[in-house]
């Protein structure tokens, strides 16, 4: 059965942060970093989306990050996102246009974490809605179609940019991670938040259960 997801890590930061990550409850096929990757890549079963996970945003990571997803397609593998390291702040208008240029230049979606949002958490988003049951679940159309070449900002929930991030949003999704003693109640609350900050964007949104003590009660991805 072909893996919800290929995790690349393209250096030795992401690889330790996979670490944290249950990917068999995630069905993912994860490539920590090492010398001999790219033979471990050109061997894998691809999964239906690619996770390439970036140990910053020069020119030779980037090259990477899409030689790996070039391998992983070719045999198989689906829609690609290159997910950079976390930035403190939310990304200033020079910065962001650098960014999506080079989501223009890679082909693929950038992602972009901000704050305290990481790559794990980009992982999360984008897999569990796929992987683990919830309240709300999503057709996996809606998150292929979204991993498309732009730039995304990744939030967690409680920060306070993301806001400022919705306003610009031509899709955001939600990934609510609901506890064994959640209420829709969370999720309606999450899209209220959304939609009134968001008007124009489209709102996909997830309620995947999770233990009780595991990660961030919800991220959102802004495809911008």
């Known amino acids: 059965m072909q893996?919800?997801?290929?995790?690349v890590a393209l250096g030795r930061s992401s690889s330790q942060a996979l670490t944290h990550?249950?990917?068999?409850?995630?069905?993912?096929?994860?490539?920590?970093?090492?010398d001999d990757l790219f033979r471990r890549v050109k061997h894998a079963e691809a999964g239906s989306l690619l996770l390439l996970l970036a140990e910053n945003g020069h020119e030779p990571a980037l090259a990477a990050a899409v030689k790996?997803?070039?391998i992983l397609k070719q045999r198989g593998g689906g829609e690609a996102a290159v997910v950079l390291?976390?930035?403190?702040?939310?990304?200033?208008?020079r910065t962001r246009q650098q960014?999506?240029?080079?989501?223009?230049q890679i082909g693929a979606c950038l992602m972009q974490p901000v704050g305290a949002a990481s790559w794990t958490d980009a992982v999360r988003c984008i897999v569990e809605p796929l992987a683990v049951f919830g309240l709300i679940g999503v057709d996996p159309r809606e998150i292929h179609g979204l991993l498309r070449t732009r730039l995304a900002l990744l939030h967690l929930w409680d920060d306070a940019s993301l806001d400022s991030s919705l306003q610009d949003a031509r899709d955001v999704l939600v990934s609510c991670r609901l506890r064994p003693s959640a209420t829709l109640r969370e999720v309606d609350a999450a899209a209220t938040r959304v939609t009134t900050a968001a008007t124009a964007a489209r709102l996909v949104l997830a309620g995947p259960e999770v233990p009780r003590d595991e990660g961030p009660h919800a991220i959102a991805a802004v495809f911008l």
């Open 3 to 7: 893996p919800v997801a290929s995790v």
């Open 21 to 34: 990550l249950d990917t068999t409850a995630l069905s993912c096929d994860v490539l920590p970093y090492g």
């Open 68 to 70: 790996a997803a070039s």
């Open 85 to 93: 390291p976390s930035i403190p702040a939310l990304p200033g208008p």
């Open 99 to 104: 960014l999506e240029h080079a989501a223009q």
